[in-house]
């Protein structure tokens, strides 16, 4: 582990794109079921809601115990929600993704990423994760 801050912030530097990388291998690898169980985890239900687009609280439940599949347009919300929650945790932690989802953020006109998600913002998103770990 580097300890002096120039060892960490040259180390920090070299980790977003593998980081990246790996976000995104499973944010397409992994079964829809497991994507959304992991979210429901660490955003809850409504905020999950929220960004899919859904207002049937039982959907993202379906969606998560694999007895219903969501609509390709949720599925994509789903994905991406995912990657981008994977990506600055992995620059971060849980915790700061977590605000960071639910923080308004300049790169995205001071919009949440859940709403920018919500909103079929994904490219967006997804670039807004990957400066983040930029700048952590």
Known sequence: MPKTAQQRAIRRRHLPDRQTSDAY???VRLPTEQVTRFLLEVLGRSLVMRLAKVTDPNAVGNWASGARQPRTANEQRLRTAYRAFQTVSLADS???AR???IGLNPQLDDQTPID???EDRLKDVVVAAEAFTRTS
């Open 25 to 27: 291998e499973q944010s």
């Open 94 to 96: 849980e915790h700061a």
């Open 99 to 101: 605000a960071w989802f």
């Open 116 to 118: 920018a998600i919500s």
